[in-house]
């Protein structure tokens, strides 16, 4: 299973701005945005002092999930897991800290 599918850590960490138009390309649900200044808008929930998009499903840790994932903008598709491109993401360590979850690690992806 993807680690992600049982993380969520990021989602529920980090504003996601995206650009106004990015709910055309992508088709990020609008009413899932708010407004971030003349051309840009933040997804709902991650601009808060405890962040958690809107988009987040289930429970950090535990079964979380993106429930607009073919439509998530530009932030989230750029944020890879740790080691899921044999490289290593401190934005997703980070994360995954802030909730208590270990580091990924290559062999995570070795299944």
């Known amino acids: ?4 599918l049982s ?10 701005s995206l650009h106004w138009s990015e ?9 899932f945005t708010e407004p971030f200044g003349p051309h840009r808008l933040v997804m709902r929930g991650t601009w808060a002092a405890q962040p ?3 988009a987040l499903q289930g429970e950090v840790g535990r079964d979380a999930h993106c ?10 598709r750029d944020l890879d897991a ?7 993401s401190p934005q997703c360590d980070r994360a995954r800290a802030a909730y208590g ?3 990924l690690t290559p062999e995570d992806w070795r299944t």
């Open 52 to 54: 958690r998009c809107v």
């Open 67 to 76: 429930g607009i994932y073919p439509q998530r903008p530009s932030a989230c």
């Open 23 to 31: 709910t055309e390309v992508y088709g990020t649900p609008e009413a």
């Open 82 to 88: 740790a080691w899921e491109h044999g490289e290593a």
């Open 1 to 4: 299973m993807h680690p992600c």
């Open 7 to 16: 993380c969520g850590a990021c989602c529920a960490h980090y504003r996601v």
């Open 101 to 103: 979850l270990r580091p």
